[in-house]
């Protein structure tokens, strides 16, 4: 098992930044790839970034694309997601999630925490 614990989200203005962490506990968490995926209401929850186990490869939706950046702390059991120019459409629950390779898809992550809410007012 891998428990993982969102935290740092919040409301900020359009064009602002956040900086979500995600800690984990449990197994070793070096061993597993992390991903991002956020959802809107009324909406499927969609990826946003991934990273591999050892951090040495990142995948970003297109959307976010050169605004928001994943990294991970291994030391730290802590994956980030550094978040800038943020918009309105941005505004979703963000969840971390642990797999054994970095993927886009969803389905393919077995742990997951229970989601920080973002807030972008325009």
């Known amino acids: 098992q891998v428990q993982l614990v969102e935290s740092g989200g919040g409301l900020v203005q359009t064009g602002g930044s956040l900086r979500l962490s995600c800690a984990a506990s449990?197994?070793?968490?070096?061993?597993?790839?992390m991903g991002w995926f956020r959802q809107a209401p009324g909406k499927e929850r969609d990826f946003v970034a991934s990273i591999s186990a050892s951090g040495g490869t990142t995948d970003y939706a297109d959307s976010v694309k050169g605004r928001f950046t994943i990294s991970r702390d291994n030391a730290a059991n802590t994956v980030y997601l550094q978040m800038n120019s943020l918009k309105p459409e941005d505004t979703a629950v963000y969840y971390c999630?642990?797999?054994?390779?970095?993927?886009?898809?969803?389905?393919?992550?077995?742990?997951w925490g229970q989601g920080t809410q973002v807030t972008v007012s325009s």
């Open positions: 999630a642990a797999a054994r390779l970095p993927t886009a898809v969803a389905a393919l992550y077995a742990y």
């Open positions: 449990g197994r070793t968490f070096s061993n597993y790839a």
